[in-house]
């Protein structure tokens, strides 16, 4: 494939509206150039109490590996260190304040 049909391939996968993005893992060539398909959930609100004792929040699906991204207060967590996740059950390492606002972003199917 020459440069120009790459360009225009990849000119029509942005802007197909499908639910497929490109990434690029540390590759330096397109060979190493991923697809990702599914679905993507943008600032989802997960279930469960924030009221200074819970830790345990529920998300709506069960997210592809390594696409979770979750907020506390506005703050991005990090994974291990704050967050750990098993199916849909999102565990905090600590409990989040009342009136808190616990947010996540991810991928599934």
Same mark, same amino acid.
């Given at each position: 494939? @020459?440069?120009?049909?790459?360009? %225009?391939? #990849?000119?029509?996968?942005?802007?197909?509206?499908?639910?497929?993005?490109?990434?690029?893992?540390?590759?330096?060539? #397109?060979?190493?150039?991923?697809?990702?398909?599914?679905?993507?959930? =943008?600032?989802?609100?997960?279930?469960?109490?924030?009221?200074? *004792? @819970?830790? =345990?929040?529920?998300?709506? @699906? *069960?997210? *592809?590996?390594?696409?979770?991204?979750?907020?506390?207060?506005?703050?991005?967590? #990090? %994974?291990?260190?704050?967050?750990? #996740?098993?199916? *849909?059950?999102?565990?905090?390492?600590?409990?989040?304040?009342?009136?808190?606002?616990?947010?996540?972003?991810?991928?599934?199917?």
């Amino acid at each position: 494939m @020459n440069e120009v049909a790459l360009v %225009q391939a #990849l000119d029509a996968l942005a802007t197909s509206g499908a639910s497929e993005a490109i990434r690029k893992s540390g590759a330096t060539t #397109l060979a190493n150039v991923a697809v990702l398909s599914g679905t993507i959930v =943008d600032d989802e609100t997960p279930t469960g109490a924030v009221n200074g *004792t @819970n830790t =345990d929040f529920t998300l709506a @699906n *069960t997210p *592809t590996s390594g696409t979770l991204v979750v907020y506390e207060g506005g703050r991005r967590l #990090l %994974q291990t260190t704050d967050w750990t #996740l098993s199916g *849909t059950t999102l565990s905090l390492t600590y409990s989040p304040p009342s009136g808190s606002s616990i947010r996540v972003s991810y991928r599934y199917g």
